[in-house]
């Protein structure tokens, strides 16, 4: 996006709004939280993600599941992965289908091999939201080249708890 300047007057409340056509080319959604915090002598906005700040958890969490139990995990905040098993899939965005998904705000399982990643092959995935208090910040997935047990799902939905209860402490 070419850098631009845009006036905007601050009203009685210290409210501004941000322009609807840099909302959209930046994915900033209705309702979605904002980070503000001063850079050098400006004041810089950001998009928040609660996640964020349990990356590297997150990533201990899905390497482990995967070094111990074969699980393959990965962490999608609102936009794109934030924690995987591995190195291969980091930074792969949010598709439609997930994001649909995320904003359904139930456990979805594949009951047959689709592609709900790009550059990802075919195969069965199991999504759990993470739901903290009534926003969805995230979502787990788990890909699988068979169907899943009973086992695999309540570890899922364990481990989505787990980050929920993990982050409502803080």
Do not use: W
């Not at 996640?51 to 699980?71: K, P, R, T």
């Amino acid at each position: 996006m070419k850098d631009t300047g845009v006036i905007r007057k601050i009203d009685e409340l210290g409210r501004i709004v941000i322009p609807k056509e840099i909302r959209r080319s930046l994915g900033i959604r209705d309702g979605e939280n904002l980070e503000i915090f001063v850079k050098d002598s400006g004041i810089c906005l950001q998009k928040h993600s609660r996640l964020l700040n349990y990356q590297e958890l997150a990533n201990s969490l899905c390497s482990v599941a995967y070094e111990v139990m074969g699980y393959k995990i990965l962490m999608f905040d609102r936009e794109e992965v934030l924690a995987s098993f591995d190195n291969v899939y980091k930074h792969i965005s949010l598709t439609q289908k997930l994001e649909k998904m995320l904003e359904g705000r139930e456990c979805y399982e594949s009951v047959m091999r689709e592609s709900l990643l790009e550059e990802v092959q075919p195969c069965y995935y199991y999504v759990v939201p993470i739901i903290l208090s009534t926003d969805v910040v995230g979502l787990l997935v788990m890909i699988s080249e068979t169907s899943f047990s009973e086992e695999q799902k309540r570890f899922l939905k364990f481990l989505a708890q787990l980050l929920v209860n993990k982050i409502d402490v803080l």
